[in-house]
T-cell receptor, first 114, second 115 residues
């Protein structure tokens, strides 16, 4: 069975600085997708960025980028120029290539200090 | 563009009662998902539909849980004879039909509290 591990329960960063959130996963499949979702307090979960396993190029979305290391089964999220609005729970998620369900990690709570 | 809508936002009930939640997906999204999220944890998959067909159910979904999507539009999740352990946030998500790589769009969730 696939698993997703987020080993950092909490992280903090100063405004305008860069922070990296870690995620590792375990799978025997070669076809899959990886996602980072953001869940602000008492608000809905929104997609931050996604990565297809067959793509070697790391995905980027404005200030958000990933470091996808397929052999190491690592999928970290880098947030550049952190903003106060980035404060939230961040969840890493895995989706197999032949099923629709998402498997989530336990999340990392990111605090951003002015 | 209307997002995924869930009703109610909060539900407080006594142990042993039945509860039903509703989810309205984004229009034209043919896939609909239910997840459960307990405090300090990531969401756990419960079940999903493609149109009106329920294609996968988690082992977490005991026989007290039932989900329907009768016309391929909105979905309901019913919990019968609620237990303390059912207290959680129930999240609904939907995704478009273009492929498995499409991201899931989440609603605000229904928070269930069992007294």
């Amino acid at each position: 069975a696939q698993t997703v591990t987020q080993s950092q329960p909490e992280m903090s960063v100063q405004e305008a600085e860069t922070v990296t959130l870690s995620c590792t996963y375990d799978t025997s499949e070669s076809d899959y997708y990886l996602f980072w979702y953001k869940q602000p307090p008492s608000r809905q979960m929104i997609l931050v960025i996604r990565q297809e396993a067959y793509k070697q190029q790391n995905a980027t979305e404005n200030r958000f980028s990933v470091n996808f290391q397929k052999a190491a089964k690592s999928f970290s999220l880098k947030i550049s120029d952190s903003q106060l609005g980035d404060a939230a729970m961040y969840f890493c998620a895995y989706r197999s290539g032949n099923t629709d369900k998402l498997i989530f990690g336990t999340g990392t709570r990111l605090q951003v200090f002015p | 563009d209307t997002g995924v809508s869930q009703d109610p936002r909060h539900k407080i009930t006594k142990r042993g009662q039945n509860v039903t939640f509703r989810c309205d997906p984004i229009s034209e999204h043919n896939r609909l998902y239910w997840y459960r999220q307990t405090l300090g944890q990531g969401p756990e998959f419960l079940t999903y539909f493609q149109n009106e067909a329920q294609l996968e159910k988690s082992r977490l979904l005991s026989d007290r849980f039932s989900a329907e999507r009768p016309k391929g539009s909105f979905s309901t999740l019913e919990i019968q004879r609620t237990e303390q352990g059912d207290s959680a946030m129930y999240l609904c998500a939907s995704s478009p039909p273009e492929g498995l790589g499409q991201p899931q769009h989440f609603g605000d969730g229904t928070r269930l509290s069992i007294l």
